[in-house]
Structures are given as structure tokens and as C-alpha cells.
């Protein structure tokens, strides 16, 4: 929705010039689309590289447990 002001005069731009904005525009309105694309990989990436950490985290947990186990199997003294 665009705001009329009565108080501003209209202003006139060589259709040359005026191609050429609109050709800026476009070009700015493209380098934005490729930046949301590569803001979207990126947070994708991310996203994959985060559950394949958690796997790490949770496969290196379930070591250190079974690792507890047979230190407590092997070192502690039977009957305590």
C-alpha cells in the first residue's frame, strides 16, 4: 500500500536510468535470494552436522559405561 503526500513533487528519471535502477533492484533482490538459499545449506548442514555429534556423544557415553563396568568388574574386591 503506498502513501500518497500531496506536498512532493513527482520526479522524472531518464528511461535509460530507470532501466537501469530496475536492473540494480533485480540484481539486489537475486543476491538476496541467494543468501537466504545459502543461510538455508548452511543451517541444514548444521542441523545434520549437530545429530551426528549427539551420535558421537551418545556412542562415546555408552563406551565410558561399559568401560566403568568392567573396571568395577575387574578391581573391586568380591563380597563389598
Do not use: C
Amino acid at each position: 500500500m503506498r502513501e500518497e503526500h500531496k506536498d512532493v513533487a513527482p520526479i522524472f528519471v531518464k528511461i535509460d536510468e530507470y532501466k537501469e535502477i530496475i536492473e540494480i533492484i533485480n540484481s539486489i533482490k537475486g543476491k538476496l535470494d541467494e543468501g537466504r538459499a545459502t543461510i538455508k545449506k548452511i543451517e541444514e548442514l548444521k542441523s545434520h552436522e549437530e545429530a551426528e555429534l549427539d551420535q558421537w556423544r551418545n556412542e562415546l557415553d555408552e563406551v565410558q559405561r561399559k568401560m566403568s563396568f568392567i573396571d568395577k568388574t575387574l578391581f573391586e574386591p568380591e563380597g563389598l
